[in-house]
């Protein structure tokens, strides 16, 4: 095989991955861990089951995937929050990134949210570990910022807390938004506007007066 057929076959497959995976996050979703399969993941992607077998050997497998990119995708939009920063625009940025992945990302955040309301029974090692080391490396740099006097004396874990429920509740709740905006998906000024309004609520409790 020359280089050039390895190229395409590499990308080949990171487009059949691709597809595999946005497939099941739409899938475990709307169904659950339970409820999904594979047959119905592969039907959703437009593949043989065989296909989404041979990348992924298990439903498990294939979850935990998911879930892990979800939280690698938090985790980059969290980037912003660094000691060297200024804090209200990290806070607005990190605010702004999680918004708009609530609104093209919606079924990552209710797979999130899904296996954290039936108490982690896939992924509960993966809070212990991954998520815990993650969140308390955030709250160190909020808290370093409460000690240069950068952001008033407040609860940094409390603050995070409020950013993840007030992002995601797009997400999680997109039918009651779109049922209490006359039946209507968010457009694009909604979506500038709500940005503008979450800010100011979560962040006028951090500025210093």
């Not at 990171?14 to 995976?21: A, G, N, S, Y």
């Not at 815990?132 to 910022?145: G, H, P, Q």
């Not at 993840?164 to 509740?169: G, L, N, V």
């Not at 694009?188 to 709500?194: G, K, L, P, V």
Request: include cysteine.
């Amino acid at each position: 095989m020359n280089k050039s057929d390895r190229g395409i076959q590499s990308r080949n497959r990171e487009e059949i991955t691709k597809r595999i995976l946005v497939a099941a996050e739409q899938v475990f979703a709307e169904y659950g861990y339970s409820g999904a399969s594979i047959s119905r993941i592969a039907t959703m992607a437009g593949l043989p089951k065989s296909n989404v077998i041979y990348y992924y050997e298990t439903k498990e497998k294939l979850y935990r995937r998911v879930v892990g990119e979800i939280f690698d995708i938090w985790r980059e939009a969290a980037d912003t929050i660094a000691i060297d920063n200024d804090p209200t625009e990290a806070l607005s940025a990190y605010i702004d990134t999680k918004l708009d992945l609530a609104r093209t990302r919606p079924y990552g955040s209710k797979v999130w949210a899904n296996e954290i309301i039936q108490r982690a029974p896939i992924v509960q090692d993966y809070l212990e570990n991954e998520l815990r080391r993650w969140t308390d490396e955030r709250l160190a740099v909020i808290d370093a910022w409460i000690e240069r006097g950068q952001i008033r004396q407040i609860s940094s874990r409390h603050l995070m807390y409020a950013i993840w429920a007030t992002t995601q509740h797009y997400a999680d709740f997109t039918h009651q938004i779109k049922t209490l905006n006359d039946g209507q998906e968010l457009e694009d000024r909604q979506w500038e506007e709500t940005k503008t309004a979450v800010k100011d609520l979560l962040l006028c409790g951090v500025r210093k007066p």
